[in-house]
């Protein structure tokens, strides 16, 4: 999946250069600014980026967000507040939900944040193919715009990672909770011999083993059973 951030009419510097350090912080690499109203390579906008100024330097610029949206195969919309449209409200995701739907895909996934004074209008949001509300406080549900882009991109960094990792399959689970069991039932010291194979059962049904872990797990397991004759 490549990620692109899409501000729509940014308002204020500093937070063009957070989002531009943000953006690298998760692996990500593409700036796309839509009628910027705020100079995003001024000194300030360079402070706040950091080591990221290169995205600053090779921020793409559209004159409608149309015209960026033609470049990507999907976009998603962020707002603060669901709106009163019906259905706005039954496609709203959490960021998470957006991860998992676009995690091991090549898609090109514009996310569209708005303006940092009133966000995107309702005509810009269904230009979009998804709504992303961030679950917040009802006291305070408006998020600033740099710390919206972190939460989405940290989710789908933190998707892409686990999706990278060689998951241990049925059978190599199988092999290790049955050492763990022959183990276990020559063990005199366990009285509830039962009860702790459940538990060794549904702890490793429960978690992500990779099968590194489940290797060494098993090698371990079958030292000591072999001890044990």
């Not at 960094?157 to 689970?173: E, G």
């Amino acid at each position: 999946m490549r990620a692109i951030v899409v501000l729509v009419e940014p308002e204020y510097e500093e937070n063009i250069g957070l989002i531009a350090r943000v953006i690298k912080n998760f692996g990500f690499s593409d700036l796309w600014l839509v009628k910027p109203k705020a100079d995003f390579r001024s000194e300030r906008a360079i402070s706040r980026a950091m080591h990221a100024r290169d995205l600053l330097e090779s921020a793409k610029l559209f004159s409608s967000l149309e015209n960026a949206l033609a470049n990507v195969d999907f976009s998603a919309a962020t707002t603060a507040i669901a709106s009163k449209d019906k259905k706005i409200i039954r496609n709203a995701i959490t960021p998470k939900q957006l991860a998992e739907n676009f995690k091991g895909t090549k898609a090109k996934l514009g996310i569209v944040f708005g303006r940092e004074s009133s966000g995107l209008t309702n005509k810009e949001a269904e230009l979009c193919d998804f709504i992303v509300n961030i679950p917040s406080s009802r006291n305070y549900r408006t998020l600033n715009v740099s710390h919206a882009v972190a939460i989405i991109l940290y989710e789908l960094f933190v998707c892409t990672q686990r999706s990278r990792l060689i998951v241990a399959d049925s059978n190599t689970k199988h092999i290790m909770i049955k050492l763990f069991a022959e183990l276990a039932n020559k063990l005199t010291v366990i009285r509830n011999k039962r009860a702790t194979i459940a538990s060794f059962r549904h702890l490793v049904s429960r978690a992500p083993v990779t099968k590194r872990e489940a290797n060494a797990i098993i090698a371990v397991l079958s030292e000591l059973s072999k001890r044990l004759k």
